[in-house]
């Protein structure tokens, strides 16, 4: 009997210091491929220099209107800028003109000289003189300020401009499963628990 059970024990021990059942194995091998791929794609971003600059869109902008619209080949808004410092550009010179011409004929008023000759003798008082002093001297002022405002926008116009510029507007969506930029063939990460296991990537556009 004590034989009997001592074969029973030598039994259960080999038994239970056999080799490690192959669904308990660490499935190391596809954590390797997922890393080798992660490591591949953060390598060829890093080496893809960016085609389109938006800082240089915003500089080109900045030094001269309208070129970093030229640079994001929107030609069709030089039009739209150059009108619009047009515009204003007249009215800074229309404005400051009427601002001096009442201003001085204030002074000339109120100079007390007999050599001067006052334009606005009859045709206005000195209260509708001052009025219209004042009058062209807000509008020069809220011209100045709109083309202040006018050249900041032409800056950030191109800034984003050239942030979107290789944004994917078409209609085409389609759907790539593999990046063959990066590998040439799709990840087999092998057998697990009978089972056959991939690792796929899929992006948008081109």
Known sequence: MKTFLLIILSFYIFSANAATPFDEIPDTSRQDAIIETENIQEKTISKEAPSH??????FLSAVLPGAGQVYNRKYWKL????????????????????????????????????????????????????????????NLDISVVASILLYALNIIDATVDAHLFEFDVSDDLSLQLFNYDAVSQPYFTGFQNGSVNFTLRWKVGN
Do not use: V
């Open 53 to 58: 600059s938006p800082a240089r869109a915003a």
């Open 79 to 138: 039009p739209i800028i150059y009108a619009g410092f047009a515009g204003l550009g007249y009215s800074i010179y229309f404005n400051a003109g009427e601002y001096r011409n009442f201003r001085n004929a204030i002074l000339t008023r109120l100079d007390d000289n007999p050599d001067t000759t006052d334009p606005y003798e009859d045709i206005y008082t000195t209260e509708n003189l001052i009025t219209l002093k004042n009058y062209y001297r807000r």
